[in-house]
Structure formats: structure tokens, C-alpha cells
T-cell receptor
């Protein structure tokens, strides 16, 4: 069985602070993919990143960065210098035979 | 904009009724996935189609059915609706129909059952 755990249900930070969203996964497969999606208040699910299990290089895209550590089965997401537009629910997901989502972390950026 | 379209955006109906949700995948994508997002159940996979054929089934109730047409658009039919069916229904698509490839989500249909 596979599982994705996002232990942080809700996080609030003041604008311009850095914030890290945690994601821990469980799978017996050696080949799998990890994803992050953003769900802003408007409701749509926006794809952010896809990472395969063989690529443990960290990735940076503007203010967003992702830290993949296979040894701890984690794929954490950091937003640097947060902005109000980053307020959303963020989902981590594990893809192999099927796509399994975590329960999401609601991030609120306080102006 | 993901390129996946869903209609209608909102739907309000009564218990016992039947509704149809429609999804058009991104251009070139052969596979369509349906998900239900409710407050208590999170994002639940319902069913997947690939090039017109059912490929995988998740937690889909017997009152729900879906199909994918030759032009690759898909419809999700929900019947004998109950209050608990109120949720946001998403359609997603990708080209190869594997869960290791990115699924691109539509804007969703918000269903309210009164």
C-alpha cells in the first residue's frame, strides 16, 4: 500500500517569511514519481513539479524550491519570501500504479 | 490554464436527481481521470479512461458511471443523488494514461445537492 502524509494541516506566516511544507511518502516501489499541486481559493488544481525517484537533485524555480530525500522518504517544498498570492492549499502526491494524494496543507500568508 | 475544460462550473440539484458532468482533455491527451474532492474525504480517485476504454477504477459508487467518447471527451453521470455527493468534481488528463506522468486538472465542477 502507498501513502502520502502531509502532517501540517494549516500554516500561517507573515508575508516575506520563508515557509516549508512537509511531505512524507510510503511505497514499496523503487520507481515512482512525486508531484506537488497548488489549489488557490479559486479552486483549480495547478501542477507545480514532477520528480522521479532516481533524481535526488534539489530543484529551484524562482521563489520555489523542492528538497527530495529518498533516505527519509520526504519531498519537502519551500517558498522563499512568501507573498499573499501564495495563499492556497498545497497537495503532495505519489505516482506509480496510481496517483495518491496527501490531505493537503492550507497555507495562509498574512500581509 | 491547463487546457482541460469542464462544464458546468456549478451545478445545484435536489436529492434523487441525476446529473452529467462533462470534460474535454488537453489537446493530444488520450486519458481522462475523474476525482471527487469533498471536505471529509479529500481528493478521491474515481475512474480512468484511456482512448475510450476504462483503464482503472477507484472509489466510484455504483450510482456513478462514466464514459469516454471517440472524440476523447468524457462524461461522468451521477444518479440518485444524495446530500453526501455534494463535492468538487475534477477531471484530469494526460497523454499516456500512466500515473507516473503529470495529470493536468480542469477547473472542476462544484456540485451542490440540496
Amino acid at each position: 500500500a502507498q501513502k502520502v502524509t502531509q502532517a501540517q494541516t494549516e500554516i500561517s506566516v507573515v508575508e516575506k517569511e520563508d515557509v516549508t511544507l512537509d511531505c512524507v511518502y510510503e511505497t514499496r516501489d523503487t520507481t515512482y514519481y512525486l508531484f506537488w499541486y497548488k489549489q488557490p481559493p479559486s479552486g483549480e488544481l495547478v501542477f507545480l513539479i514532477r520528480r522521479n525517484s532516481f533524481d535526488e537533485q534539489n530543484e529551484i524555480s524562482g521563489r520555489y524550491s523542492w528538497n527530495f530525500q529518498k533516505s527519509t522518504s520526504s519531498f519537502n517544498f519551500t517558498i522563499t519570501a512568501s507573498q499573499v498570492v501564495d495563499s492556497a492549499v498545497y497537495f503532495c502526491a505519489l505516482g506509480n500504479e496510481k496517483l495518491t494524494f496527501g490531505t493537503g496543507t492550507r497555507l495562509t500568508i498574512i500581509p | 490554464d491547463s487546457g482541460v475544460t469542464q462544464t458546468p462550473k456549478h451545478l445545484i440539484t435536489a436529492t434523487g436527481q441525476r446529473v452529467t458532468l462533462r470534460c474535454s482533455p488537453r489537446s493530444g491527451d488520450l486519458s481522462v481521470y475523474w476525482y471527487q474532492q469533498s471536505l471529509d474525504q479529500g481528493l478521491q480517485f474515481l475512474i480512468q479512461y484511456y482512448n475510450g476504454e476504462e483503464r482503472a477504477k477507484g472509489n466510484i459508487l455504483e450510482r456513478f458511471s462514466a464514459q469516454q467518447f471517440p472524440d476523447l471527451h468524457s462524461e461522468l453521470n451521477l444518479s440518485s443523488l444524495e446530500l453526501g455527493d455534494s463535492a468538487l468534481y475534477f477531471c484530469a488528463s494526460n497523454h499516456r494514461g500512466t500515473s507516473t506522468d503529470t495529470q493536468y486538472f480542469g477547473p472542476g465542477t462544484r456540485l451542490t445537492v440540496l
